[in-house]
């Protein structure tokens, strides 16, 4: 029954994180980096840090838990500024592939890379054990249900029309996205590693459902940084530092830039409180970054067909997008048979 509950939390942080580009769509007269770092700042500085407070222990403070481990501290912060690179670039896959195509590639290659890499640095992660033929399989299954939606994706992009594929994504490139989103799993897979790594971050007294909390503020503080110093480059170079005056949009853009934060956030924040629920150094426990990206994968395809990016495609593609689907589905069992 915790494992239920554990996975229930999971996923409604998945959907969060999986709605979070939909408010985007509601920003008005903002340029892509002007946008991109205003939801930024609630993603990955307002909210991380709300979240993180609920771990501090009564008599404690935030700075009293981060002083507790330094070198952890700066290793999460690290594995952030790494991790940011894939946020950026994750951002940009969905600018090019559209909701559905963008993620499910670039949540693909950051579930295995994000799953696989911390059982293998020992000096890191000491709990080399979880790397176990169940937890390979599984996360060879959930590739393979990423992979089939790829396919998806190639019979979509050759069986629409470029007016259709303009009309669904508006700045459709699928070689650009291709590579943009391979690029940006790979890199978002540091998130999972900073986790790992700001676990000596945990203090006595911290609740076990907030305990990942100040190390996923570190993260975020570390992403913040790499998103921050390239849309500020940007506005420099595409002369868009004007948005920001634009104070009649303040009440509508802010609204839902932050709207787009607390839901990307979400996911973060669920997660850690669904790994409470999981047995300490079960498969489960080290299966739970994989869920969390095959549940991103699941909802955003279901969000791109809300929002009609299959529209007009052959039913053959509709099929094996159910089918890549499916298998996504089945890989979150596959754990616990």
Same mark, same amino acid.
């Given at each position: 029954?915790?494992?239920l509950i554990g996975l229930l939390i999971i996923?409604?942080?998945?959907?969060?994180?999986?709605?979070?580009?939909?408010?985007?769509?509601?920003?008005?007269?903002?340029? +892509?980096?002007?946008?991109? @770092?205003?939801? &930024? #700042?609630?993603?990955?500085?307002?909210?991380?840090? %709300? /979240?993180?407070? *609920? !771990?501090?222990?009564?008599?404690?403070?935030?700075?009293?838990?981060?002083?507790?481990?330094?070198?952890?501290?700066?290793?999460?912060?690290?594995?952030?500024?790494? +991790?940011?690179?894939?946020? @950026?670039?994750? &951002? #940009?896959?969905?600018?090019?592939?559209?909701?559905? %195509? /963008?993620?499910? *590639? !670039?949540?693909?290659?950051?579930?295995?890379?994000?799953?696989?890499?911390?059982?293998?640095?020992?000096?890191?992660?000491?709990?080399?054990?979880?790397?176990?033929?169940?937890?390979?399989?599984?996360?060879?299954i959930a590739i393979a249900g990423i992979a089939v939606?790829?396919?998806? /994706?190639?019979?979509?992009?050759?069986?629409?029309?470029?007016?259709?594929?303009?009309?669904?994504?508006?700045?459709?490139?699928?070689?650009?996205?291709?590579?943009?989103?391979?690029?940006?799993?790979?890199?978002?897979?540091?998130?999972?590693?900073?986790?790992?790594?700001?676990?000596?971050?945990?203090?006595?007294?911290?609740?076990?459902?907030?305990?990942?909390?100040?190390?996923?503020?570190?993260?975020?503080?570390?992403?913040?940084?790499?998103?921050?110093?390239?849309?500020?480059?940007?506005?420099?170079?595409?002369?868009?530092?004007?948005?920001?005056?634009?104070?009649?949009?303040?009440?509508?853009?802010?609204?839902?830039?932050?709207?787009?934060?607390?839901?990307?956030?979400?996911?973060?924040?669920?997660?850690?409180?669904?790994?409470?629920?999981?047995?300490?150094?079960?498969?489960?426990?080290?299966?739970?970054?994989?869920?969390?990206?095959?549940?991103?994968?699941?909802?955003?395809?279901?969000?791109?067909?809300?929002?009609?990016?299959?529209?007009?495609?052959?039913?053959?593609?509709?099929?094996?997008?159910?089918?890549?689907?499916?298998?996504?589905?089945?890989?979150?069992?596959?754990?616990?048979?």
């Open positions: 029954m915790n494992t996923s409604v942080g998945s959907f969060g994180q999986s709605s979070s580009y939909v408010p985007i769509n509601k920003v008005k007269d903002w340029s +892509w980096e002007s946008f991109w @770092l205003v939801q &930024g #700042l609630f993603a990955w500085l307002v909210f991380p840090l %709300l /979240g993180a407070l *609920l !771990a501090v222990p009564e008599g404690s403070s935030l700075g009293q838990i981060l002083s507790v481990n330094p070198f952890a501290a700066l290793n999460a912060v690290f594995f952030g500024i790494l +991790w940011g690179v894939g946020g @950026l670039t994750f &951002g #940009l896959s969905m600018r090019y592939l559209g909701v559905a %195509l /963008g993620q499910s *590639l !670039a949540l693909g290659t950051c579930s295995a890379f994000g799953t696989l890499i911390p059982p293998m640095l020992p000096q890191y992660f000491p709990e080399a054990e979880h790397m176990t033929p169940v937890l390979i399989v599984g996360v060879a939606i790829g396919y998806a /994706g190639a019979l979509k992009s050759q069986t629409m029309s470029e007016e259709d594929k303009r009309r669904a994504i508006k700045d459709f490139a699928l070689k650009k996205g291709l590579l943009i989103a391979v690029l940006a799993g790979v890199m978002s897979a540091c998130f999972n590693l900073g986790l790992e790594a700001g676990k000596p971050l945990v203090v006595n007294g911290m609740s076990e459902l907030f305990k990942t909390l100040p190390a996923t503020l570190m993260i975020t503080c570390g992403g913040f940084i790499t998103n921050a110093a390239y849309c500020l480059f940007q506005n420099a170079k595409n002369k868009t530092f004007g948005d920001y005056g634009k104070t009649s949009l303040y009440a509508n853009n802010i609204l839902f830039c932050a709207l787009a934060g607390l839901l990307w956030y979400s996911q973060f924040f669920g997660l850690g409180m669904g790994k409470s629920f999981f047995e300490p150094g079960s498969v489960i426990m080290a299966f739970s970054w994989c869920i969390l990206m095959t549940l991103n994968v699941t909802f955003s395809n279901v969000w791109g067909i809300i929002l009609k990016e299959w529209k007009g495609v052959s039913k053959i593609t509709i099929y094996v997008l159910l089918t890549g689907l499916a298998i996504l589905i089945f890989s979150l069992i596959y754990p616990n048979l």
